[in-house]
């Protein structure tokens, strides 16, 4: 007859073992259950002898997890998923009970223009918490993985990892930007006509990093962009674009025309404009989470509102 593993197993054994497949660090790991190190060393002891396997190996980057830890893992994750939903979807939901942190990662268009609305709009509903709204960087996405940023907003990410969930909440449209007084005097381009000019972009990780979306455009008509200047920062990028005959294609969220000298025209892909959708990203866990699709419902609120 089969081991029976689940009647004499402690559940949160299961736990530690999951944060451990996550983390692959004992040190992480012992910061996010909130535990000693000796006493992750020992769950993990026990959960080798429950399992008959060695479960994760030392190398000198941390742990690698063995082949029945990965299946185990994969198994595992979503019903434990289920089961938090389950337990903490059983009461009413009331934004003005929550208490701590709430972390937000936000694409720089996104952060630089909606930032002081969307604290309000938060803390107007939720007084207690500590709003935390991040820059998207190349650890946001595992860090909604691994509960360190509770949801994110940016543009459509392809490679985004099946673990999150990737949910469409609006639709943007880009202008180019040009100084007063620059040569360029009508009020549209075509993208065609953009190899007239070099471009200041700002990087958008994970959906710009290293390509900006004029050189993708550009790159199906056969032809090349010239990019002079990039910063992760709109305001760097706005200064040098006010002080030179660059152009900068920017979100319409970014409200420029309203805070600086800066002169919009349409920017136009076969007479079309350039619409891309802005997501929102949270890990599938947290589909039914009341926290997550409030944060999720304020911001889709908040942008198309502000169109």
Known sequence: MAKDLFSN?????????????????????????????????????????HFDDELFVKTHHGLRATEHANMLAESISPILDDLSSALNNSNEFDPSELRGPLKLALSPFLLSSLSSKLFNAIR??????????????????????????????????????????????????FKGYLREGHPYQKDFIEIKDGVKFELATIIAIDWNSHQTIAEKILKIKGLDARIGFRSELPSAVIDVVQNSDMMFPASKFLGIEKKTSLRA????????????????????????????LWLKKILDNLINNNQ
Request: hydrophobic share 40%; aromatic share 6%.
């Open 124 to 173: 107007s509903q939720a007084p207690h918490v500590q709003v935390q709204l991040l820059n998207w960087s190349k650890t946001t996405m595992s860090d909604i993985i691994n509960d360190e940023v509770l949801i994110g907003f940016n543009y459509e990410i392809n490679h985004a990892p099946k673990e999150l969930l990737q949910q469409p909440i609006a639709q943007d449209s």
């Open 265 to 292: 025209i349409d920017i136009l892909f076969d007479n079309k404009d350039i619409n891309p959708v802005v997501c929102a990203y949270f890990h599938h866990k947290n589909r039914n989470s009341p926290t997550t």
């Open 9 to 49: 197993l402690d559940l949160n054994l299961l736990r530690t073992f999951i944060i451990l497949h996550q983390e692959r660090n004992m040190r992480k790991a012992s910061e996010r259950l909130f535990v000693s190190q000796p006493a992750i060393s020992k769950a993990l002891q026990r959960l080798r002898d």
